[in-house]
């Protein structure tokens, strides 16, 4: 594999992640790049070409910088940070007796964890 395979691969990789991290299916960022989804699927297996363009609207749309999605650098998102934003995204999405619910199971397991 020859540097320019590796950094193209690198690149779609992050698309991948940063996609995830954003909780957003490839739909999704299909419609907001006017694309169809296999297209976002070849982007992220490193098969399709990302334009400038592209790049611009999806730092955009997941949170992060270009750098880091095109170079991987330091400025890269903190993806402890990115978990706690999707778990908040998809916490607003339950009905409140079951935030109830899950707040009950993490006291569980957070007592489970305390040693005796």
Do not use: C, N
């Not at 020859?2 to 996609?19: I, N, T």
């Not at 908040?88 to 409140?96: H, I, S, T």
Request: proline share 3%.
């Amino acid at each position: 594999m020859g540097a320019d395979e590796k950094a193209r691969m690198a690149v779609a990789a992050r698309l991948r992640m940063a996609r995830e991290m954003a909780g957003l299916s490839q739909a999704q960022v299909a419609k907001k790049l006017g694309l169809h989804r296999p297209s976002v699927t070849e982007m992220e297996a490193g098969r399709r070409s990302v334009t400038a363009e592209e790049i611009v609207v999806l730092a955009d749309l997941y949170a992060v910088s270009i750098d880091w999605l095109t170079r991987g650098s330091d400025e890269k998102m903190d993806l402890a940070q990115q978990r706690f934003e999707l778990a908040a995204r998809e916490l607003g999405k339950l009905k409140p007796k079951d935030v109830d619910r899950l707040l009950q199971v993490l006291t569980a397991l957070r007592e489970k964890e305390r040693p005796r």
